[in-house]
């Protein structure tokens, strides 16, 4: 650690510099992926990582034409953070009350979680149906050309 301190402690990565450490890294765990990949992006903490996923996800839609392609479907009762974008994603109301949050373009579909949120005798099954109801409706509400990405747990999935 000490070696690594008198090199360079820490740069952040957006300007496209790094440092050996970050470098090999990035490389053992490209070639750790269970899938194929190519990148690796260092983040200080999952807020960050999941502040810059939406960056990512906008800039996506913008360099690709898809101006308006760019709300971000979350759950209720979802942690992902405390920076303003990812406590927008947060679906936690003390989360958001007082500090103007979520942020536009973050949407809030319903929390899937059937012991607590099951309405009396629904079966598991009816219950994901009902969920997966309220999320497709909330998308058609929307519009489906508006929506860039659904937050499944820590991660974007750009539809």
């Known amino acids: 650690m000490h070696r690594q301190m008198q090199k360079l402690p820490f740069y952040h990565s957006f300007g496209g510099k790094s440092h050996d450490t970050a470098v090999e ?3 053992r765990l490209v070639d750790l992926a269970p899938v194929p990949m190519s990148k690796v992006f260092f983040a200080n903490s999952g807020s960050e990582a999941n502040d810059t996923a939406m960056k990512m996800v906008w800039y996506y839609h913008n360099a690709i034409g898809k101006p ?5 479907v979350s759950r209720m009762r979802a942690y992902h ?22 942020i536009d373009r973050v949407l809030h579909t319903d929390c899937p979680l059937h012991y607590r949120y099951a309405n009396s005798g629904e079966s598991e099954e009816d219950f994901a149906t009902r969920c997966a109801d309220a999320l ?4 058609q509400k ?16 750009i539809p």
């Open 136 to 139: 497709e409706q909330l998308i």
């Open 81 to 102: 953070g405390i920076t303003i974008a990812s406590a927008s994603l947060t679906g936690l109301v003390n989360n958001h009350r007082d500090f103007d949050l979520p």
């Open 142 to 157: 929307e519009g489906p050309d508006t929506i860039a990405a659904q937050c499944l747990a820590l991660t974007l999935s």
């Open 68 to 72: 308006n392609k760019k709300k971000i």
């Open 25 to 27: 890294l990035a490389g």
